[in-house]
């Protein structure tokens, strides 16, 4: 019998207590922190197949709904909750997107995620989804009640279980992150990995930012990115990332980095390569006009002034 209805089939494990990823076919990792009264969803992919139906496998908790920054891979499923939270210079982008936008990212995200693997994908259908079934039309006429999201900000979920969000800008304007004492966890979205592009915001930005992860690391044994193309599925980033990303962004605020080009990292698409900064296994790339925050941006405090004025 034909199917019906969305897929609740997410691949995802749970890798510690109370706390899974869920991995949107290969495209993004969004992470489910569950406590004694509340659960918590960070990211919401593209929307394909029905991510809540899936969450209520696993628990039927009132459930909060973070955004760590406004791609549409990380946003674009938002639109199918009633409630979400994100960072007010990056809200704009919480839109109805078409199918064919979203397919089209889609695509080219798995397809990066599926260069790392060729034979498996291509002798196997790993996964019970269908594009035409699964990634359905976002009605305009349902938008979610969008709360601003701050640094600082708390989510009490229940059982001694506190999630706090701290602003960290470099691949957004306002980007986040999440940070779990329970589990000793922190989720960094795209704000981390080993292929790091950060043009949206100065380097300097970008270096406070990762400065800041450093800074609580006495509260966490691990980072999750909000990709596993850079790790297993329920692994974390391996212990050189965020060290290396440092250095390398030091580096490059004090000329001493090395360029080199490299193929694009979305394969089988004919896109030209980009030129980046490299160390060791890490990749930065950025915009070379940009590199303090007084190079045609504001600070970053400025950036939420000027919002909260525009919003009033």
């Given at each position: 019998?034909?199917?019906?209805?969305?897929?609740?089939?997410?691949?995802?494990?749970?890798?510690?207590?109370?706390?899974?990823?869920?991995?949107?076919?290969?495209?993004?990792?969004?992470?489910?922190?569950?406590?004694?009264?509340?659960?918590?969803?960070?990211?919401?992919?593209?929307?394909?197949?029905?991510?809540?139906?899936?969450?209520?496998?696993?628990?039927?908790?009132?459930?909060?709904?973070?955004?760590?920054?406004?791609?549409?891979?990380?946003?674009?499923?938002?639109?199918?909750?009633?409630?979400?939270?994100?960072?007010?210079?990056?809200?704009?982008?919480?839109?109805?997107?078409?199918?064919?936008?979203?397919?089209?990212?889609?695509?080219?995200?798995?397809?990066?995620?599926?260069?790392?693997?060729?034979?498996?994908?291509?002798?196997?259908?790993?996964?019970?989804?269908?594009?035409?079934?699964?990634?359905?039309?976002?009605?305009?006429?349902?938008?979610?009640?969008?709360h601003d999201l701050y640094d600082g900000q708390e989510?009490?979920?229940?059982?001694?279980?506190?999630?706090?969000?701290?602003?960290?800008?470099?691949?957004?304007?306002?980007?986040?992150?999440?940070?779990?004492?329970?589990?000793?966890s922190l989720f960094v979205g795209d704000?981390?990995?080993?292929?790091?592009?950060?043009?949206?915001?100065?380097?300097?930005?970008?270096?406070?930012?990762?400065?800041?992860?450093?800074?609580?690391?006495?509260?966490?044994?691990?980072?999750?990115?909000?990709?596993?193309?850079?790790?297993?599925?329920?692994?974390?980033?391996?212990?050189?990332?965020?060290?290396?990303?440092?250095?390398?962004?030091?580096?490059?605020?004090?000329?001493?980095?090395?360029?080199?080009?490299?193929?694009?990292?979305?394969?089988?698409?004919?896109?030209?390569?980009?030129?980046?900064?490299?160390?060791?296994?890490?990749?930065?790339?950025?915009?070379?006009?940009?590199?303090?925050?007084?190079?045609?941006?504001?600070?970053?405090?400025?950036?939420?002034?000027?919002?909260?004025?525009?919003?009033?």
């Amino acid at each position: 019998m034909a199917r019906q209805h969305p897929t609740t089939l997410f691949p995802m494990v749970q890798f510690k207590k109370d706390t899974w990823e869920i991995d949107e076919f290969d495209c993004i990792s969004m992470f489910l922190l569950i406590g004694s009264e509340r659960a918590m969803l960070i990211d919401c992919g593209f929307g394909m197949g029905d991510l809540e139906g899936a969450i209520r496998g696993i628990t039927d908790k009132p459930l909060d709904v973070v955004v760590t920054h406004r791609s549409v891979d990380h946003v674009a499923g938002a639109w199918k909750f009633p409630e979400i939270y994100i960072h007010p210079l990056d809200r704009a982008s919480v839109l109805p997107y078409s199918v064919a936008t979203r397919a089209r990212d889609f695509g080219i995200i798995r397809h990066r995620q599926h260069d790392c693997l060729p034979s498996v994908y291509s002798l196997h259908n790993l996964y019970g989804y269908e594009v035409e079934k699964d990634m359905l039309p976002l009605d305009p006429n349902k938008p979610p009640v969008i709360h601003d999201l701050y640094d600082g900000q708390e989510f009490d979920l229940g059982g001694g279980r506190v999630v706090t969000a701290y602003y960290v800008p470099g691949h957004s304007p306002g980007h986040m992150m999440f940070l779990d004492p329970y589990s000793r966890s922190l989720f960094v979205g795209d704000m981390l990995n080993y292929n790091l592009g950060v043009a949206a915001a100065p380097v300097e930005c970008t270096l406070k930012s990762l400065r800041k992860m450093e800074a609580l690391a006495d509260q966490y044994d691990d980072i999750y990115n909000g990709h596993h193309d850079f790790r297993a599925l329920g692994a974390p980033l391996e212990e050189d990332c965020l060290p290396t990303a440092i250095s390398l962004a030091e580096d490059i605020l004090a000329g001493r980095h090395t360029m080199v080009t490299v193929p694009n990292f979305f394969f089988n698409y004919d896109w030209p390569p980009v030129r980046m900064a490299v160390k060791d296994r890490n990749y930065i790339g950025f915009k070379s006009s940009m590199l303090w925050e007084s190079d045609g941006m504001d600070s970053t405090e400025e950036w939420v002034k000027r919002f909260e004025l525009e919003k009033a």
